[in-house]
């Protein structure tokens, strides 16, 4: 998780990991970049998601100097 805070308000980056695109499918029932807002989302967010950004890692190593 990312927190920015800023004068006014702070923003939140949560990251989370799936095995594979497919696997977020079925969790969300066919669509990967659908949000699953929870129950009190509407209360404490400045502005409600629309979608989910799904990338890829490309590289997964650790730098050795």
Do not use: C
Request: charged letters at 35%.
């Amino acid at each position: 998780m990312f927190r920015e805070d800023r004068e006014e308000e702070t923003e939140f980056v949560t990251i989370s990991y799936w095995p594979d695109v497919e696997a977020m499918a079925t969790f969300t029932g066919d669509d990967p970049h659908k949000i699953h807002h929870l129950p009190r989302d509407e209360e404490f967010l400045v502005e409600l998601p629309e979608r989910v950004t799904v990338m890829q890692i490309l590289v997964n190593q650790l730098s050795r100097d």
